[in-house]
């Protein structure tokens, strides 16, 4: 199985660049996982007919509509990681050799992995503090609303698991990277 997508894969979105199997996973995902949007929008407008229609506002549907969007947002930083749409300088990038850039993208790998290291430290005390009492004993924080619902520790968990992810896909990348055969330019950076 090749690590390039292939025409009509769901992963493959006209020039994004599918890096290595967990990529095209994480990127067929997000067409799924944008259906979280629509869910919230049908969400809000049933509240809204229930308020303002018929009277009868409903107690779940903003903390529910705040943790979908909530939750879709997360799960961007591994969709974009995968398709290589994150944030990068291409005026300094495409201005320089196919060598060069091969070794900026190690350079971006390593500093993403020591990023998301800490953003994984943090992100575990939080989720651990979300889910568990001091004495230890597991209790899912809530939102301290009349509904209450779990979705601050489980945001706090998907958190953790996105920077995981993330941490995960920036390893395979720079092995990517690594591995990359550059053809020698004899002309040097351009």
């Known amino acids: 199985m090749s690590d390039n997508p292939q025409p009509g894969d769901p992963a493959n979105d006209g020039d994004a660049e599918i ?17 979280a949007i629509f869910l919230a929008f049908v969400i809000s407008v049933y509240e809204v007919i229930a308020r303002y229609v018929f009277d009868s506002p409903t107690y779940w549907a903003h903390e529910s509509t705040t943790f979908l969007i909530a939750a879709i947002f ?54 651990w503090k979300a889910t568990h009492t001091p004495t230890g004993a597991i209790h899912f924080e809530g939102t301290g609303t009349a509904w209450n619902p779990p979705t601050p520790a489980l945001l706090k968990i998907l958190i953790l698991g996105c920077v995981v992810l993330m941490f995960v896909q920036s390893a395979l990348h720079l092995v990517k990277a690594l591995r990359r055969d550059v053809p020698h330019d004899p002309r040097g950076d351009r």
């Open 19 to 35: 890096r290595s199997r967990l990529d095209r996973v994480v990127a067929a995902a997000a067409k799924p996982l944008s259906w």
């Open 74 to 127: 997360l799960v961007g930083g591994p969709i974009a990681l995968s398709r290589d749409k994150h944030i990068r300088v291409r005026m300094i990038y495409d201005a320089v050799s196919p060598e060069t850039r091969r070794w900026l993208d190690v350079a971006n790998s390593i500093i993403a992995m020591i990023f998301f290291a800490g953003l994984g430290y943090a992100g575990w005390i939080m989720a």
